[in-house]
């Protein structure tokens, strides 16, 4: 189902989007947006040796395992970003373990462990064979968690906003009662969004500062 194009109900003039749920055919743009913002935020394209991993791991697996939650948008010139979660984050790390990172791995081999010696995609293809576990994060409070990434045609423009709030209406209607996301402490426009839609922070990993948001009516943080 497509979703009606949104037109310019924010003061500043959002122009048409639609945003709708991806579907298997909407894997190369979902790898695509990926690469294009996976540098925290900016383009990876020339960091990477194996374009497409970083959309396996960040990007098409929500839209295999969480279809009703992983959204594709787009403009007038066409897929523009995505924003999607996993209503139940321990179902979906199930989900990596057993059925999508064993494929995954093949024809991928493990760089080994120093990152001394990591070139290209080489930290993707050490996470594919040890993936992180989940954070410490109440996963009764924030059972969610997801990811938002607009090419740069697309940010700025109040695009983002309207893309959570589409989000968040979906997990609520997944029954979830809060979600959690992860941001690269270099990504200082990321940091800026979130706050500014009312995310607080959970707790800190290695590279990664942890945000979360009740989805409960009345609740905070
Ligand atoms: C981060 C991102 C999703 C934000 O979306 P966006 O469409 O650019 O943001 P919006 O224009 O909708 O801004 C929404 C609100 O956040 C605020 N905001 C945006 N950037 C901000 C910043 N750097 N500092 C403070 N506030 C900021 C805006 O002022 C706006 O507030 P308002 O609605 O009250 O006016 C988008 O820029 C993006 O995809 N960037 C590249 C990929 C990325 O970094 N993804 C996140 C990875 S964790």
């Not at 462990?113 to 080489?122: F, I």
């Amino acid at each position: 189902m497509t979703a009606p194009a949104l037109r310019g109900k924010s003061r500043r003039m959002t122009p048409s989007i639609t945003i709708r749920p991806a579907t298997r055919h909407d894997h190369p743009a979902l790898k695509a947006i990926c690469l294009q913002t996976g540098d925290a935020g900016q383009d990876a394209s020339g960091r990477e040796d194996d374009p497409d991993l970083l959309g396996l791991i960040y990007a098409v697996p929500y839209q295999v395992a969480c279809p009703e939650t992983t959204f594709l948008i787009g403009d007038e010139a066409g897929p523009c970003g995505y924003v999607m979660a996993a209503p139940d984050s321990l179902a979906f790390q199930r989900f990596l373990l057993t059925d999508w990172l064993p494929g995954l791995r093949e024809g991928r081999p493990d760089p080994g462990p120093d990152p001394a010696g990591w070139t290209g995609s080489d930290q993707w293809r050490h996470r594919i064979h040890h993936p992180p576990a989940l954070p410490p994060i109440d996963l009764a409070r924030y059972p969610a968690h997801g990811h938002i990434d607009l090419i740069p045609r697309a940010q700025g423009r109040g695009i983002g906003r309207i893309a959570m709030d589409h989000l968040r209406r979906a997990l609520i209607r997944a029954g979830a009662a809060g979600m959690f996301l992860e941001v690269s402490p270099d990504n200082h426009r990321a940091l800026g969004f979130y706050a500014a839609l009312g995310f607080t922070r959970l707790c800190e990993g290695e590279d990664a500062i942890f945000l979360g948001q009740s989805l409960v009516d009345g609740a905070s943080g």
